[in-house]
């Protein structure tokens, strides 16, 4: 085990429980070649989350997973929505990812 994979389970686990704080039904998903690491449910609404720990708060470090990303949002090949989480202490920067790139999106926008 790497301090990274350690830091990235960790993440992963908050965001579900930050999710669980917000009304979704989560489950984390699992697999060397998945997409996606956990999604999220509640009502209508569906969720597909990416969770990164980084040290720094943008996207720019991961541009082939956000073009990737972003073409899914313009063929429609993932029903819901598609969020970019990244972790770094003391809290998240999570991203929604459109079919041009990621735009920052804030806790009140839920």
């Known amino acids: 085990m790497t301090a990274t994979w350690q830091s990235g389970r960790a993440a992963e686990y908050a965001a579900m429980t930050a999710l669980q704080k917000a009304g979704y039904s989560t489950e984390k998903i699992t697999g060397h070649n998945r997409r996606f690491d956990l999604i999220g449910w509640k009502e209508n609404q569906t969720l597909w989350l990416v969770i990164r720990s ?34 770094r202490r003391p809290g998240w920067t999570r991203y929604r990812i459109q079919p041009g790139g990621a735009s920052l999106i804030t806790w009140r926008e839920e």
């Open 54 to 87: 980084s040290k720094r708060f943008t996207t720019s470090h991961f541009p082939q997973e956000i073009a990737t990303l972003s073409e899914m949002v313009r063929s429609g090949s993932a029903p819901g929505e598609i969020q970019f989480w990244i972790y």
